[in-house]
């Protein structure tokens, strides 16, 4: 027996054999299918920029005309490295406009075309990883200038007015108050846009729309705030939705630290087609393994539509799956920022110790994985008194069981869009908090046999039974029946479907390539 809650050795070691028997016919699936994200992604990378006059991305127009000629299973780099030097030019934004104007035709080469067109589309495509590199490189070194929080969990805020040049200053603002991670909310329904929208924007609905040019703002002003605190500040955004590795490779470019990036979020919440999902949600992990950043799952969202008591372990499971497919496509144990939150009905009897069990599971579960400890949003009832007193039990719970990432709780949950007012109260509550008992993580020791262990050993319990279901079933089937947040999602239907492909026998993906290499 080991940890704080006397955990089963054995039963969490066949959790995790469960979860990769479950999670690997997912792998296989994703290894042998492409979508047209992928494919945007890769060129992204080998430097496809920009947009026509009607907003759509070029690397959109230059995906599609491709597909058009000769179908998304073989990948689209050598169709279009074949191209290039058919028509004799080195830049593939130009590339994209001649075929936007119907000027290029794609071919499948062979032979020597084939060849050549290959090792062209790995020297472009190995430029852009190299960026990434230099990126990553170039975050470490600002945090040996600058040093990081000195406290954990660090302080999680989100800023998103819609309009980046608002977002700035508020983001500062927090920096200097206290926050050690900006997340900008990304625009409601843009995981529903089958491209990225190009430049700096002004206008984004309860969030603010993920541009490259957005990201580059943010990140040179959260540097300029990081000099002035002495701190290196971080900054979030989202890889989710239907744009998921595109997402995840600006977000490399543009030395992102944090992302929001888990299939099942966009599956359950936005109807997103499954198979579509971990295709693209394996390809994003894989550059954000390279580029060194933190994923953030959504396993708190379940919580929102079902009961936090009766399906906490669909969450524990989902973490397992989560680890396991991060594994898999290259994270680190320091970059899971695996999902949970304080989502249990306060008039639930003893509902704080049952928080506290959930929350020490997950931590004794993932030693060595910074998690994400989300606060209260389904039982904020609009009492603004009130909900600054969740808040408060939510950040002291944060304390207690060592949480790695501590999202900042608003009392205006449900109500109105925060103020800045109403984060600097928050941020005070947070203060307050980690000050005062920062350290508790060190004491708090459950009673042997008392409520908190056997709360979170039953929880580990339905885990495994659940996973062994999930086994006998596969994952796609458990989905379709509502497994996860009550929501049931088949893996034939769902939005995106159209942009997936199985390889065919010559399919080539030079970004894949180099990922699962060791050099660029």
Not at 168 to 180: V, Y
Not at 195 to 216: D, I, L, S
Not at 263 to 274: A, E, Q, T
Request: hydrophobic content about 45%; glycine content about 10%; some cysteine.
């Amino acid at each position: 027996m080991t940890g704080k809650l006397d955990l089963d050795p054995v039963l969490v070691a066949r959790a995790r054999e469960l979860a990769r028997r479950a999670g690997q016919p997912v792998v296989d699936l994703a290894r042998s299918h492409t979508t047209v994200s992928v494919e945007r992604a890769v060129l992204r990378l080998a430097g496809v920029s920009g947009a026509d006059p009607d907003g759509i991305p070029w690397v959109n127009r230059l995906v599609d005309a491709v597909v058009a000629d000769v179908g998304l299973g073989h990948g689209v780099a050598v169709p279009v490295f074949d191209a290039l030097a058919r028509e004799g030019i080195t830049d593939v934004t130009l590339l994209a406009q001649k075929a936007a104007a119907g000027s290029v035709r794609f071919a499948l080469p062979t032979g020597r075309a084939a060849t050549a067109a290959r090792s062209a589309a790995r020297r472009a495509v190995g430029a852009g990883v190299r960026r990434i590199d230099r990126r990553r490189a170039e975050r470490d070194r600002l945090i040996k200038r600058h040093g990081d929080p000195k406290q954990r969990p660090w302080i999680y805020l989100i800023v998103a007015t819609g309009d980046i040049y608002e977002d700035i200053p508020q983001a500062q603002a927090a920096a200097r108050a206290g926050a050690d991670v900006i997340a900008v909310i990304r625009s409601t329904g843009q995981s529903l846009l089958d491209y990225v929208p190009e430049g700096a924007t002004r206008e984004g609905f309860a969030g603010t729309y993920a541009t490259q040019e957005n990201f580059r703002l943010m990140r040179a002003a959260l540097d300029e705030s990081s000099k002035e605190l002495g701190r290196y500040v971080r900054l979030t955004n989202y890889a989710s939705g239907l744009c998921m590795p595109e997402m995840a490779t600006l977000a490399g470019l543009e030395r992102l630290d944090m992302m929001l990036n888990d299939s099942m979020y966009g599956i359950l919440f936005r109807d997103i087609n499954p198979v579509r999902t971990f295709v693209d949600q394996r390809f994003s992990r894989q550059v954000h393994a390279r580029a060194g950043i933190i994923i953030n799952t959504g396993e708190d969202n379940y919580l929102t539509t079902a009961d936090a008591v009766d399906e906490a372990h669909t969450v524990t499971v989902s973490q397992l799956l989560n680890e396991f497919f991060a594994h898999e496509a290259g994270l680190a144990d320091w970059q899971l920022g695996l999902g949970h939150a304080f989502e249990i009905n306060p008039e639930v009897p003893e509902s704080f110790r049952l928080e506290l069990a959930h929350a020490l599971l997950a931590r004794e579960l993932f030693p060595d994985a910074p998690l994400k400890w989300m606060p209260p949003t389904k039982h904020m009832t609009g009492d603004v008194f009130r909900g600054n007193l969740l808040d408060g039990f939510f950040n002291l719970a944060g304390a207690l069981t060592g949480q790695g990432i501590l999202l900042v709780g608003m009392m205006t949950e449900a109500v109105v869009t925060p103020w800045l007012s109403d984060r600097d109260i928050a941020l005070q509550n947070v203060r307050y908090v980690l000050g005062a008992a920062g350290g508790l993580h060190e004491d708090f020791v459950p009673a042997p046999g008392g409520f908190i262990r056997r709360r979170a050993n039953q929880v580990l319990g339905e885990a495994l039974d659940l996973l062994e279901r999930i086994g006998e079933q596969t994952l796609l089937t458990a989905i379709a029946e509502g497994t996860f947040g009550i929501m049931k999602r088949p893996a034939d239907r769902g939005k995106g479907l159209a942009g997936v492909a199985a390889h065919e026998a010559d399919y080539c993906n030079p970004a894949t390539d180099i990922l699962e290499g060791d050099a660029a």
